[in-house]
């Protein structure tokens, strides 16, 4: 009998307090509590936490969300205790604000869970954009009355950006290639040459890999139509590459010149040659020791034999390359901020670096030193120390659009100062023949010099690529000193009619 009333008391008290879930909904304007008066109104949250979530297990079509989980506090007043609201600002280039109310589905009859432990709910919901400072506030309902300060809870959460392993599963930092791996390898081939092999992207067809350390020793653009193969590019530095560092950037359609770099690290190339020999030695190493000497006199031969071999065809292959490279000449080049950096200067460097062999000096990459010397200083030494200097012009506005990025700023300002600056150098050697020599302007579309800088016109200009094997030969002329023709001469009377 008693065991019976044990059990359907047992049975009653497992089946009788459902426990509490939540159901929450938006409600942007004020709770209707607000309008009416409490004499009693429960505690507030103990405890409230922000994480994001991806929202779905698809690739393609996720989005990132804030779960939200708040803990109660374990007192009387969670009797009272009817929902719990929550709002979030979102603040970063504009402000967001919204608000959700879950309602509990029970009234509360026990501060701790049955199971034990405190009571503790979340709501996955307000998607989370990229580096924004979200402030999420918390207050339980009925809420306390109106001219009263209201126990509630607040915390920030900061989202990160691309880089975060959450985060870059948001379609923006996806198409910026934050998913792209293109296993960069890269080594150096010789003392001025490093191969860097990569996967190419879907995203997109160009790109630009560059070597620092921490200078840049070289850079080189690569276009290449099929997705996802290894791409192979030589960039040509100047300096010692081993432990450099090479930074890939890519440019895809919708982040154009911000997309995500990757970056490697440059590593000797393996020696050819190098593991059979040492099979050879292993080899040897099994044999008696009293053939070793005899051994010894024959590897002395052999290297003394690939030595000589080796000399040989360096000899060979310097003889060969005196006679086919060119005249190394040194440029400095100069551009107005509406030329984008990287779809055009970057290409003009390199077609400067690789076929007209010219070592290219470009603020770009002597931001140090300008800062220490001062642009003035800077620009004067540069000046003297170049064969050229090369006006880089772009006569169409819109080829560029949006390349200076605003936020970024500075890069875009320097540039522009240092162009004014050399613009202005060049006015005043506009009287000296020879000075004048030293300017050439390159422009990338047809069309005249824009008026700001007509004066230029009274140099040799060049369009890219039509003009490229005259421009080359310009440069060279440059070196031998011979260019004493007709275009400095035109150059001339064009100044003194000026
Ligand atoms: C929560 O309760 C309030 C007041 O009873 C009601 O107006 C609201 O619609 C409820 N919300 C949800 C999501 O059930
Ligand atoms: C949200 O966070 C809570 C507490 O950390 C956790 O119990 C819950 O499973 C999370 N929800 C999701 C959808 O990940
Ligand atoms: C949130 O951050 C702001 C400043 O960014 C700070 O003033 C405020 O105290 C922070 N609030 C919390 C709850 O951490
Ligand atoms: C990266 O490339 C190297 C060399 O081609 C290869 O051995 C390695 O498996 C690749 N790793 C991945 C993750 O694709
Ligand atoms: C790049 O790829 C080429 C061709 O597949 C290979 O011979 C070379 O060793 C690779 N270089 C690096 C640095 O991975």
């Known amino acids: 009998m008693s065991l019976v009333l044990l059990s359907l008391a047992a049975l009653c008290w497992g089946a009788v307090p459902p426990e509490p879930t939540i159901q929450c909904g938006s409600e942007p304007g004020p709770s209707p509590e607000w309008m009416v008066r409490h004499t009693l109104t429960p505690g507030d949250l103990r405890d409230l936490r922000v994480e994001p979530i991806k929202s779905s297990a698809d690739l393609e079509d996720s989005s990132i969300l804030m779960n939200i989980s708040w803990i109660l506090r374990a007192d009387a007043s969670i009797r009272l205790l009817k929902a719990t609201k929550i709002c979030v600002m979102g603040k970063s280039h504009f402000q967001s604000y919204s608000c959700i109310r879950c309602n509990y589905t029970q009234a509360f009859q026990t501060q701790t869970r049955p199971s034990g432990g405190k009571w503790t709910f979340s709501y996955t919901g307000f998607p989370v954009e990229l580096n924004t400072v979200y402030f999420i506030g918390a207050h ?107 930074q890939l950037t890519p440019y895809f359609r919708t982040c154009g010149n911000d997309c995500i770099r990757q970056r490697g690290t440059v590593v000797r190339c393996p020696q050819t040659g190098v593991s059979s020999q040492d099979h050879d030695r292993s080899v040897l190493g099994g044999w008696l020791p009293l053939l070793l000497s005899a051994l010894l006199v024959a590897t002395w031969m052999l290297v003394a034999g690939i030595y000589l071999i080796w000399r040989h065809e360096r000899i060979k ?136 800088y007509s004066a230029l016109s009274v140099c040799p200009t060049y369009r890219l690529m039509r003009d490229a094997t005259d421009f080359c030969a310009e440069l060279l002329h440059a070196k031998q000193h011979v260019s004493v023709g007709r275009r400095s001469r035109i150059c001339h009377y064009s100044c003194l009619s000026l």
């Not at 001025?192 to 790109?207: A, C, I, K, Q, W």
């Not at 840049?216 to 100047?238: F, M, W, Y």
Request: glycine fraction near 4%; hydrophobic fraction near 35%.
């Open 317 to 452: 292959k310097t003889s060969f390359s005196t006679t086919t490279l060119l005249p190394s000449i040194k440029a400095l080049v100069v551009y107005p901020s509406e030329i984008c950096f990287h779809h055009t200067v970057c290409y003009f460097t390199e077609f400067l670096q690789n076929r007209c062999r010219s070592e290219v000096i470009l603020e770009k990459w002597q931001k140090k030193k300008i800062a220490e010397m001062g642009p003035v200083q800077w620009l004067t030494t540069q000046k003297q120390a170049a064969d050229k200097v090369i006006f880089l012009l772009s006569n169409d506005n819109t080829m560029c659009d949006g390349t200076c990025d605003k936020r970024e700023g500075g890069p875009c300002e320097d540039s522009e100062d240092l162009f004014h600056l050399a613009f202005n150098f060049f006015c005043s050697d506009l009287r000296s023949q020879t000075h004048l020599r030293k300017y050439v302007v390159v422009c990338f579309r047809e069309g005249d010099i824009k008026d700001n």
């Open 140 to 246: 339980n309902i009925p809420n306390a009355n109106m001219n009263e300060d209201g126990p509630s809870m607040a915390v920030n959460f900061t989202s990160p950006g691309c880089l975060d392993h959450i985060m870059k599963y948001k379609k923006k930092c996806i198409e910026a290639g934050s998913l792209w791996k293109p296993n960069i390898t890269a080594c150096k081939k010789s003392a001025d040459m490093v191969e860097v092999n990569f996967t190419t992207s879907p995203l997109g067809d160009r790109y630009m890999a560059l070597i620092q350390n921490p200078t840049v020793l070289g850079t080189s653009c690569v276009s290449e139509q099929k997705e996802l193969t290894r791409t192979s590019v030589v960039v040509h530095v100047t300096g010692e590459s081993e432990g450099a560092v090479v």
